[in-house]
């Protein structure tokens, strides 16, 4: 993927299949996701979001890695797979922290516009992005309770 | 027992149903069923199976995790759906403080409702986006 390579639809729709937040989304979903989402490039120490921006798009790892800054306190690691800044673009508040690329890596990226347009005619979107925020919302209830 | 125009009354002033019209709303007062707790009664059993998803309309609840409160909610604050979504038992104990008013959409007919009415289920979205903000640790 990096270095300029370029996928394919169906390889955008398998990848953003196994991403948790869009779990069990039914393949036209997927498709219709797939064809909207661009691929973005970013080199080593690149701030792929920046805390307090209002965001205007979420980020899916294809390859590569990044890290997840708040107030200079590293707070996780993410890689393939991952995605980061759903909290923003559904709420349009400002980013609640940076996260920056850890060596080349490429995501596949969704403008918030288009994520927008694509929730207010297909329920199951809405459906696995609830789903999704309901696990995070969970995992963090469990961790505060250990 | 409110009737059922009482009921739609009620329902357009949350939050939750702001973006309904009437004749929208009217069929969602007519999938929930509304329900009494008394002051100490469980309304959610931490680890227990067999939900529903709640809408608080009158009183308070005080939500649980291992005995220890965590929150108090009021008209208009929702639980229980998470459970549903994640097909997992509810991660707390929501008990009545004092006597409460629900509605509530049985477990198994949760989607179905949420297909129905997908600006519903965007403030449930947005809600959930707050909760994770206010959670503030990976929230990003």
Not at chain 1, 28 to 50: K, R, W
Request: some cysteine; hydrophobic content about 45%.
């Amino acid at each position: 993927m990096v270095g300029g390579m370029t996928m394919t639809v169906a390889e955008r729709a398998a990848l953003l299949s196994h991403v948790t937040l869009f779990a069990g989304l039914p393949e036209a979903s997927l498709q219709a996701l797939a064809e909207l989402a661009g691929e973005a490039e970013f080199g080593d120490g690149d701030a792929i979001v920046l805390q307090g921006q209002v965001g205007t798009g979420l980020f899916v790892i294809v390859a590569g890695a990044a890290r997840v800054v708040r107030g200079g306190e590293e707070l996780d690691r993410l890689g393939p797979g991952d995605y980061l800044g759903e909290l923003a673009v559904i709420d349009r508040m400002p980013r609640m922290a940076s996260v920056f690329s850890v060596g080349p890596t490429t995501c596949l990226a969704l403008a918030s516009w288009d994520l927008f347009r694509r929730v207010d005619g297909d329920p199951e979107l809405v459906h696995s992005l609830l789903r999704g925020l309901a696990m995070r919302v969970r995992h963090l209830s469990e961790h505060h309770s250990h | 027992m409110a009737g059922t125009e009482e009921l739609i009354d009620e329902l357009s002033d949350l939050a939750l149903f702001a973006d309904l019209a009437r004749p929208e709303l009217a069929g969602v007062a007519h999938t929930l069923e509304e329900e009494w707790y008394a002051d100490g009664q469980r309304v959610l059993r931490e680890g227990f199976s067999g939900t529903g998803f709640y809408i608080l309309l009158e009183g308070e609840v005080a939500v649980r995790i291992e005995g220890q409160e965590r929150a108090r909610l009021r008209r208009g604050a929702f639980f229980g759906e998470a459970a549903i979504l994640l097909g997992e038992p509810p991660g707390a104990d929501v008990v009545a403080a004092g006597r409460v008013r629900v509605v509530h959409v049985a477990g198994p007919a949760l989607h179905e409702f949420l297909m129905r009415h997908p600006n519903v289920m965007f403030r449930m979205l947005q809600e959930q986006t707050r909760r994770l903000r206010s959670a503030n640790r990976w929230a990003r």
